[in-house]
């Protein structure tokens, strides 16, 4: 089977030390990560981690149902890149003489719809966000100006089902058996079981 990109969305408790758990998990069976990012998600104490990763779908489905073992994990789900709506940011560091020189940049910046964060007399910042290709393709044009810096953010995405995971998470919290109340036959009796 052929390995391809997947992106893992991962619905957890923001417990502290999941994120060793889940790293463990790849490092035994030395799986690269491509990107990890990690936020609130839309629902109240439930963090999502989202995870990039090439691998055969076998792999991968085997990797989903071990993370779905663990404790503080809700739902994880593994899409293609055309199952979801992906994107990253970049940020651009590039000498201000330069940009101030060449119109051309100027262009170039509208053409990739970057932003200017910071002017300084020695630098100049811009963001733009976009996939690999776009950020790549602008990365390459600045370098030509003398690129000073630059970082690009890890990949963020949405699941492009119009349903996402909200209700699945919520209607598993509804029927979590944990949070079900017990019915126990000798708690009615409580006093002659406890009497000495």
């Given at each position: 089977m052929m390995k391809q990109e997947y992106t893992l969305t991962i619905y957890t408790e923001?417990?502290?030390g999941l994120i060793n758990k889940?790293?463990?998990?790849?490092s035994r069976r030395k799986i690269?990560?491509?990107s990890l990012n990690t936020s609130p998600?839309?629902?109240d104490n439930i963090h999502r981690f989202t995870i990039v990763l090439k691998e055969t779908e076998a792999v991968v489905k085997n990797l989903v149902r071990q993370m779905e073992k663990l404790v503080d994990v809700f739902k994880v789900n593994y899409n293609t890149n055309d199952e979801i709506i992906w994107q990253q940011i970049a940020?651009?560091?590039v000498p201000t003489p330069i940009i101030m020189k060449e119109v051309?940049?100027?262009r170039l910046l509208r053409k990739y719809g970057a932003r200017t964060v910071v002017i300084r007399d020695d630098y100049t910042v811009f963001e733009t966000t976009g996939q690999d290709e776009e950020v790549d393709n602008l990365l390459k044009e600045l370098d030509?100006?003398?690129l000073i810096e630059?970082?690009?953010?890890?990949?963020?995405?949405i699941i492009k089902s119009s349903e996402g995971v909200h209700k699945k998470v919520l209607d598993m919290e509804k029927n979590d058996p944990t949070k079900k109340p017990i019915n126990n036959e000798f708690l009615s009796h409580k006093s002659i079981i406890f009497e000495m």
């Open positions: 923001n417990q502290v889940i790293a463990i998990m790849f690269n990560l491509e998600s839309e629902i940020l651009y560091k051309k940049v100027e030509k100006y003398g630059f970082v690009r953010s890890s990949r963020i995405a």
